[in-house]
């Protein structure tokens, strides 16, 4: 980890340590950007001991890939700090308070701080998250192929989920805890039996866990149905909190409120840019690394123009 004065302005700084945030942070380096990145270390993916679909570093856990991402900016005298930042203002440059006191100033900001889930509250699930309990069948549906699977309903827009899950499993049951019957179109139900998928209704009540493994799911009626994985979608919430202090158009989703951005990244704040999971709940690790780039790379053009342009006008 470099660690050298921090008064004198950087370049950018970056607000979040995952895959976006790296992966910006190594191009800026590399384009010989004065780039400091701090970071909370409290990745989305941490409960999960193996990262898939990112190729070449399929099956790595994440906690690795990040670690291999923190020395490849190293080599190119980017700096991580270990902190949380707790406020931004602008006022042409940025000045970056750190929760740890004291306050960075930067000419560009990229923020990268992603999402947490919030899961639904059942007894066990948060506990088994990453592990058994999953939301994401292009992230595990490889590893629990063909296992009994189980969907707990968040919302109606589960029969979604429900009817994706079973590319990976034929023996799919729908539990619809708090959702009710009424709440399924004709479509739904016509999709779910096509693809065979069985609907129970009833309140989930908790999970059967044996050995440390998922063995059920019991209902508040006491009946359980042997399960191996479960399936839910989280409530996402993005962390953009600074953002929008910083007064980013906003766009409201059903999956949260995102930044209005450009394709590169860059909000409708000027020298502000946001990737990963801090714009979209569908970012993947491979798209929160491609979007880093993206931003870094336009902030690395933005940078040289403003100092050329500085330059011609005297
Ligand atoms: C259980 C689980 C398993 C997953 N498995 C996969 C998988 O197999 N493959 C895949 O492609 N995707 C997977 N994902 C999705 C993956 O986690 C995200 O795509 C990825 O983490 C997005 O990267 P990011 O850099 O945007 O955010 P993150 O990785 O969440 O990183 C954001 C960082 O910013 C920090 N931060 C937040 N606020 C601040 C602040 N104010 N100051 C400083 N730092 C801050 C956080 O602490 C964190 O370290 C999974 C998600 C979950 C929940």
Redesign the pocket.
């Known amino acids: 980890m470099n660690t050298t004065d921090r008064s004198e302005i950087y370049d950018v700084v970056v ?8 992966s910006a942070a190594l191009v800026l380096g590399r384009a010989r950007q004065r780039a400091l990145v ?8 941490a ?2 001991p ?5 190729l070449t570093r399929d099956g790595m856990s ?1 906690a690795e890939f ?1 670690a291999l991402g923190r020395e490849e900016i190293d080599r190119y005298g980017v700096e991580l700090v270990r ?4 406020d931004v203002t602008r006022d042409g440059d940025f000045t970056v308070a750190l ?1 740890a006191g004291g306050a960075v100033r930067a000419r560009r900001l990229i923020v ?4 947490k ?1 919030e899961l639904p509250d059942v007894p066990g699930v948060a506990e088994r ?2 592990k058994d309990v ?3 069948p ?3 549906g490889w590893e629990v192929r063909d296992e009994p699977f189980g969907v707990l309903a968040a919302s109606a827009m589960s029969v979604h989920q429900a009817l994706m899950v079973s590319q990976w499993s034929k023996d799919v049951t729908l539990f619809l805890h708090r959702v009710a019957e009424a709440e399924l179109t004709d479509q739904d139900l016509r999709r779910l039996a096509a693809a065979g998928v069985g609907v129970v209704p009833g309140e989930v009540a908790g999970l059967l866990v044996e050995d440390d493994r998922l063995a059920g799911v019991r209902l508040a009626d006491g009946t359980t149905h042997a399960r191996s994985v479960l399936f839910t979608a ?1 409530r996402p919430l993005p ?1 953009t ?2 953002l929008e202090r910083l007064g980013a158009e906003m766009n409201e989703t059903p999956f949260g409120a995102y930044p209005v951005v450009d394709p590169t990244g860059l909000t409708t704040v000027p020298g502000v840019w946001a ?4 714009i979209g709940f569908a ?6 690394a491609s ?2 780039y993206r931003a870094a790379s336009a902030i690395v053009g933005d940078l040289l123009m403003s100092r050329l342009d500085a330059a011609v006008d005297g």
């Open positions: 607000v979040g340590g995952g895959a976006a945030g790296l701090v970071d909370a270390g409290e990745p989305r993916n409960p999960s193996h990262m898939q679909g990112y994440p990040l902190d949380r930042v707790s929760g990268a701080t992603g999402l889930d998250f990453g999953l939301h994401c292009f992230c595990h989280p962390q909190g600074l990737a990963g999971n801090a970012e993947q690790v491979v798209h929160a979007g880093g």
